[in-house]
């Protein structure tokens, strides 16, 4: 990759180089069951957070290295704006994930890296939000270093900052939170494993990914746990896109309210005081940004 890795050095942390002979694997490494013969110059694994969805809030650095990336891996939650940014004939790879449907286990995803990289490709593995914050970005991390495989970590603007501020609700607050505490819903055998007695503590927000199908369970087990039944709490939909929707209740109706909106993942849901300063700090308007977005393309088109 032009710029990011020459002569078999790759960019290190800090901004310097280093040499990947004495990390690279030998001649064959087994991944999974298969053996793959490694290339002369072993590629790099970049880890890139792609942010919650609007591709205005994707980092300079992960633009740069999608733009050069030699094959991108990437997840259901990206972006068509944010794939729109990959040279032409650019290999992509499409390994997303939805309930009970994945297109490749993790074990599957983890070990195609390695492969890719050991081909001597530039790889960019490309997740929804920032890779280590519900990701799975350090089981990845972890199989790439257990062979030798260069990697870099590109950090994205995580689903529960972005969301919550393009929803007007500010996660802590002097008055109201002290305290954030970042789950995921995700159902098992029908129940939700979760510490409910830590997430009923008072005056902190509680953010809960991919929580939707879970929403009843979730909002009974914080009530008989402690929080009030008027606890205020919020699920927003396709947070700051144009398709961004917020319905605003509290532990006692909101998994009424959500289901009357027929809301669909992804989704995320968001418990505490803070919900209560939507009323007033609520700026982004998705029909008027999708309006700017139509007005901004006519232009180039003209």
């Not at 990947?20 to 991944?31: D, H, I, M």
């Not at 593995?125 to 990701?135: A, H, T, W």
Request: aromatic share 4%.
């Amino acid at each position: 990759m032009e710029g990011i890795r020459q002569r078999g050095r790759v960019p290190a942390f800090g901004g310097k180089s280093r040499d990947t002979k004495s990390a690279r694997p030998s001649l064959y490494a087994v991944v999974g069951a298969t053996a793959v013969p490694a290339a002369a110059n072993v590629g790099t694994v970049y880890l890139v957070g792609a942010g919650p969805g609007n591709p205005d809030l994707l980092t300079l650095r992960a633009a740069k290295v999608i733009a050069l990336g030699d094959v991108i891996v990437y997840d259901r939650l990206v972006g068509a704006g944010i794939m729109a940014l990959a040279r032409p004939g650019t290999q992509r790879i499409y390994v997303g994930k939805a309930r009970s449907n994945h297109t490749l286990p993790q074990d599957g995803i983890s070990a195609l890296l390695v492969r890719l990289a050991l081909e001597g490709k530039q790889v960019v593995r490309l997740k929804g939000g920032d890779p280590f914050v519900f990701g799975r970005g350090g089981e990845e991390a972890e199989l790439l270093a257990a062979h030798g495989i260069p990697f870099e970590v590109v950090p994205g603007i995580t689903a529960a900052n972005g969301i919550a501020a393009y929803a007007g609700i500010p996660l802590t607050h002097r008055d109201y939170a002290h305290a954030v505490t970042l789950v995921t819903g995700h159902l098992h055998d029908g129940t939700m494993d979760l510490d409910w007695a830590a997430l009923a503590r008072p005056r902190q927000t509680v953010v809960v990914y991919m929580g939707l199908l879970g929403l009843p369970i979730l909002c009974h087990e914080l009530i008989v746990h402690g929080l009030p039944a008027t606890t205020p709490a919020a699920i927003v939909q396709q947070g700051t896109t144009a398709q961004q929707r917020v319905v605003v209740g509290t532990l006692a109706d909101l998994p009424g309210r959500a289901f009357d909106a027929r809301l669909l993942p992804p989704t995320l849901i968001i418990v505490g005081e803070v919900v209560r300063l939507r009323d007033k700090l609520g700026w982004f308007e998705p029909e008027a940004s999708a309006a700017v977005a139509r007005s901004a393309a006519r232009g180039v088109a003209d």
